[in-house]
């Protein structure tokens, strides 16, 4: 259990850091450079990403030692792209399903804002996913 809270902790604070490569990416580029919020969101999720599996692999998570490089960075892939495709269907349901479609909100706060708030949500329930995804598909046993 002690390994596990370790873990965890250690898992917080690389999440910690991608998400800061992530929500300012994609805030910043959306909001600053007016690059469209999905695709923003992908720029800053595939740079966060590749950190993350770097920091992971490193720090957080033992390598089974059956597992190829090769294999393990595919996997890693696809369960980033799940993780990325779960961040875009919130961003878009939260700002095209929600926002756009809703005066009362949009009286109340900007679309930015409505981004930044909606980035933070994403970040929140893939960052669950992260972890217990990995944990079942990248750690030995």
Request: charge should be positive; proline fraction near 0%.
């Amino acid at each position: 259990m002690k390994n596990l809270l370790q873990q965890i902790i250690k898992f917080g604070i690389v999440g910690f850091f991608c998400f800061l490569i992530d929500y300012g990416l994609t805030v910043g580029l959306a909001n600053i450079f007016g690059v469209h919020y999905l695709l923003s969101k992908f720029i800053g999720f595939v740079v966060s990403a590749i950190v993350n599996y770097i920091l992971s692999i490193k720090y957080v998570f033992k390598q089974k030692k059956e597992m190829d490089k090769k294999k393990e960075f595919v996997i890693f892939i696809i369960l980033s792209a799940i993780g990325l495709l779960l961040n875009e269907i919130i961003l878009f349901i939260c700002i095209d399903g929600i926002y756009d479609n809703s005066a009362m909100i949009q009286g109340y706060i900007s679309r930015e804002t409505m981004l930044s708030l909606s980035a933070l949500l994403a970040t929140g329930i893939v960052m669950v996913y992260n972890f217990i995804s990995r944990k079942l598909f990248l750690e030995r046993k």
